[in-house]
């Protein structure tokens, strides 16, 4: 697509495009009765309107039929999650059998892990990218430790190479078969939070496979963002929250994902619990643990019902504005307006005023660009959030904004150019 920094061409774009009904299905958040222009959806995603509704009617499922809910009803909470089953297979292109929602984001990669990272002998260590989100970091670094081994001799880190924000899929791939005798597992974040890189998921998947490890994706920042093919790509095991890129509020439902290749494997590790027992013998209260099919399986306690409906809903806005095709279209050109537009600054203002160290190839991002300014990065976010435009901001010196096809205009990009623009201004005056 070819760009024009102007509001003619954004309104003309904004016209054409069949997906901006969707924006009127969500709510903005607002200070003196004024809308923000929200940047932020890689962070929280936006409240869908009918949310409250499908509260309300959890609540009423609950007042009218109480305990006999889990099975009565509509939706009948004991098989509640089914549906969503069926929503979020095409989300990370998996089999309805291969995910389930369940618990939070960290709780789920520490479930995996007991089931996925078994080191044996000298082949014991987790390959990871460098920087990756501290709570994987942590979980990573505990689990490490809870097989008795040493954080600093078990992990291995990727970095980038000298002078370069992001790595190298050839990097990524050589640090496996460098230590592929001693790598247990390879474990990435399919969109690194940080600098938006969209790793070669399916490259690393095969190179990791191939010194014999297991390949495991913590998709937060890609689920439902970027179209990713899980199952075709033979990954293990994934899981993801819903609150980023899928709008279903804050500490919404987690989810995971296990490889169909994994489901007749007696030997993995599970921490268990009833809900993760055969359905249908589950209330029989037998004793000996026998798993549920499928991803099912690693279900812990019962159904959070109405974290799910939330997800629920989301995952039929999804549905509905046809995700893989029409939604990452959209994304791919919204995104790429957003750094011709942020180029153009540069330009105009004659310096490298904002270094975009997201890639530029839309295979190896998704929404979100990461921005550094080249002087007082906090006080340009800072004075961006005075002017109603809310991205974020992550220490030490990276300004996020993600425009997200759901909700986001072209205007919406337009407009942040032009107060990035006149912020900037005032700031090289002031220099
Ligand atoms: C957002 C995010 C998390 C957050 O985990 P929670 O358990 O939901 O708090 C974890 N890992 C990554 C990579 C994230 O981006």
Redesign the pocket.
Known sequence: MDFENSLAFAKAQDKKDELGLYRSQFLFPKKNNKEFIYLCGNSLGLQPKVASEVIKSQLDSWADFAVEGWFEGDAPWMFYHKELKRLMAPIVGALPTEVCPMN????NLHLLLVSFYQPKGTKFKIIMEGG??P??QYAIESQVKFHGFDPNNAIIEVFPREGEETLRTEDIVAKIEANGDEIALVLF?GIN?YTGQWYDMETITKAGHKVGAIVGW?L??AAGNVPVQLHDWGVDFACW?SY?YQNAGPGGI?AIFVHEKHFENNNLNRFAGWWGYQEKKRFKMEKGFIPDDGADGWQVSCTQVIPMALYHASLQIFESAGFLKKLRLKSINLTGYLEFIINQINIILEVEQFKIITPRESESRGAQLSIIANKNGKQIFDDLVLNHILGDWREPNVIRLSPIPLYNSFEDIYLTGLALLDISKKALNKN
Do not use: E, N, V
């Open positions: 939070t984001l960290t709780i990756a989100f709570s994987d974040g939070y913590d937060a920042h929250c980023k987690g």
